[in-house]
């Protein structure tokens, strides 16, 4: 019933914006460290942003300066803007975090993904 659930990928010119959100729902006792990563065609998957529960982030040397990732503490939601689009950064991003989540009278810990958003950047 936990699940993490995107939005916001699209189409957008070089030189573009977007801003991809990330809800996390469910029967969550605590969240973590959230993240994005992406997977382009024929490539692996890799991390792009990620904001710890404390509020620190790390980015990709590919994306500092243009992406910005932030999160919401009392929605369970993590955001990535993105400025300056290139095309090398078309690829299906994913959401990603780290939580704890009650199982009927006890809590475990689970790193959970979403179902992931496609983002084109193309003119």
């Known amino acids: 019933q936990v699940q993490l659930v995107e939005s916001g990928g699209g189409l957008v010119q070089p030189g573009g914006s977007l801003r991809l959100s990330c809800a996390a729902s469910g029967s969550i006792f605590s969240l973590y460290a959230m993240g994005w990563y992406r997977q382009a065609p024929g490539k692996q998957r890799e991390m792009v942003a990620v904001i710890a529960s404390g509020g620190t982030t790390n980015y990709a040397d590919s994306v500092k300066g243009r992406f910005t990732i932030s999160r919401d503490y009392a929605k369970n939601t993590v955001d990535l803007q993105m400025n300056s689009l290139k095309p090398e950064d078309t690829a299906v991003y994913y959401c990603?975090?780290?939580?704890?989540?009650?199982?009927?009278?006890?809590?475990?810990?689970?790193?959970?993904w979403g179902q992931g958003t496609q983002v084109t950047v193309s003119s």
């Open positions: 990603n975090a780290d939580l704890r989540v009650r199982i009927t009278t006890t809590t475990t810990t689970m790193n959970l």
